[in-house]
């Protein structure tokens, strides 16, 4: 049963880690000295690539048929939960904050997701 449902545990564990990672504070003590400018933008738009691409596998593996518009309210479902995820930052009284740049990395990564999903079909059909 876990083997025909691969995509739908890894989807849900991925957007638990997404949540998680964004609403609770972690030390940043820590110092690799590596400096990459923008690098939780790439973080944020990773995210939420993620959620897309394992979103739409995850339908598809539950049986769902148009990827088009699986593509498309995926892409809708992410920007929707990356905007409720910043407004939780801004009203939690955790040591968190709301950022628009955040939203727009969370958003172009699910768009980036979904134009890729459409353009490879065959490859994640074969995937699937």
């Known amino acids: 049963m876990l083997k025909n ?10 957007l638990v880690l997404v949540t998680s990672l964004s609403l609770f504070s972690f030390s940043t003590d820590v110092n690799t000295g ?5 690098l939780d933008k790439l973080v944020h738009f990773s995210f939420y ?3 897309v691409l394992l979103g739409c596998l995850s339908l598809l593996e539950q049986g769902a ?3 088009s518009r699986i593509v498309k309210y995926l892409i809708i479902f992410a920007i929707a939960y990356g905007l409720f995820i910043e407004i939780l930052q ?15 990395a969370n958003s172009f990564g699910a768009i980036v997701a979904g134009l890729l999903i459409k353009k490879y079909r065959s490859l994640i059909y074969r995937i699937k």
């Open 5 to 14: 449902n691969k995509y739908t545990i890894l989807g849900i564990s991925w």
């Open 34 to 38: 590596i400096d990459i400018p923008h």
């Open 49 to 51: 690539f993620g959620v």
């Open 65 to 67: 048929q148009n990827l």
């Open 90 to 104: 801004y009203v939690m009284p955790y040591d968190r904050e709301a950022d628009i740049l955040d939203f727009l």
